[in-house]
């Protein structure tokens, strides 16, 4: 067993998965992302008028798929689903959380008109034509520190789970066993390596918390909704806000926390503190050293440059 499957293996104790992370072509990768979909998704057809949301986890993906959601719907709030079940036009297609439902990639390939397409995969992982056809992707990469921490919170503080302690999950998290398949590094440079491409847009969380409104107009303009009015885009920007979604249950994925993952929201919610540098709290003075060093590998000579406060 190795060390990351030790280490989680207790840990989602009142599921009916008793693994809750397994390998899968030299990557690990939770359950709720099984193996049987990462070979469909091999073979999933991808438009090209698909928007695909690309992100490490704990990066602000909620936050973009609202943002997304309605700059692709000219800002009409009723068009929303941010509860779960997701919306057919915005579930991740690798999840498959309760084996009785249709699989979220089935019900896309279902879907008319222009989808669009949430994904933490990393891009070993995506469907091969992500990178064939003229797809729409928006990435948002958000400093690592800042996310390892968000991450903790999601996956240690619920009742549901054996306590961890934060300095063996950030051995974790350094280590290419994180599971989602890969480290921060290892999603976040060839999206990096890609900004220049006219179908990607990279956007970095750090940007949205300091203007929110740029980079909504910056979405709509890649997206091709340069018709949204300025009162559009204030709605989209109130709507978004980090006040507006922590005070409502549906943007906190109340619900969603309490179905599927069995864990209190209020404990691990979604939209928990927004900010920049919260790290800090967390990270001693020799964490900090370590996690600069591999940080450093991370970004190698790629020249990414990330705001950690
Ligand atoms: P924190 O845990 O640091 O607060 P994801 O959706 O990828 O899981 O990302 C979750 C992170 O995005 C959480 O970070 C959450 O608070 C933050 N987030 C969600 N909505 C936000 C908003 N409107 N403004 C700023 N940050 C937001």
Known sequence: MSKTEELY???????????????????TMPWFVPATILDALQSFEVRPSDVFLITYPKSGTRWTRKIITLVM???NEELIDTDIPFS?????????????????????????????????LIPSL?????FEKPVKVVYIA?????????YYHHYMTSPQQIPYKWED????????????????GSHVIPWW???????????????????????????????????????????????????????NPEDRGDRFLIDYWKVDPSKSPFVRKGKVGGWKEYFTV????????????????????????
């Not at 840990?11 to 397994?22: A, E, G, I, K």
Request: net charge negative; aromatic share 12%.
């Open 126 to 130: 995506l469907p091969p034509q992500v």
């Open 193 to 247: 390596e890609r900004r220049n491409n006219p179908n990607v847009l990279f956007m970095k969380y750090e940007d949205m918390v300091k203007d929110l409104r740029k980079c909504v107009r910056e979405i709509a303009a890649f997206l091709e909704q340069d018709h949204l009015s300025d009162e559009q885009i204030d709605k989209i920007v109130k709507l978004c806000s980090f006040e507006y979604m922590k005070n």
């Open 9 to 27: 293996r207790n840990r989602v104790p009142r599921t009916r998965h008793d693994v809750h992370v397994y390998q899968r072509t030299g990557h």
């Open 169 to 184: 999950y950030l051995s974790v998290f350094l280590s290419k066993n994180m599971a989602y398949g890969g480290d921060w």
């Open 142 to 150: 958000r400093n690592p520190k800042d996310a390892a921490v968000s």
């Open 73 to 75: 719907n000219d800002a």
């Open 88 to 120: 057919m036009r915005s579930g991740y297609p690798e999840f498959h959380i309760n084996e009785d439902d249709e699989p979220w990639y089935k019900k896309l390939e279902q879907t008319n008109g222009r989808r669009f397409i949430p994904t933490h």
């Open 286 to 309: 020799a964490q900090n050293e370590e996690f600069d060093q591999v940080y450093k590998k991370w970004i190698g000579e790629s020249g990414l440059e990330m705001e950690f406060e």
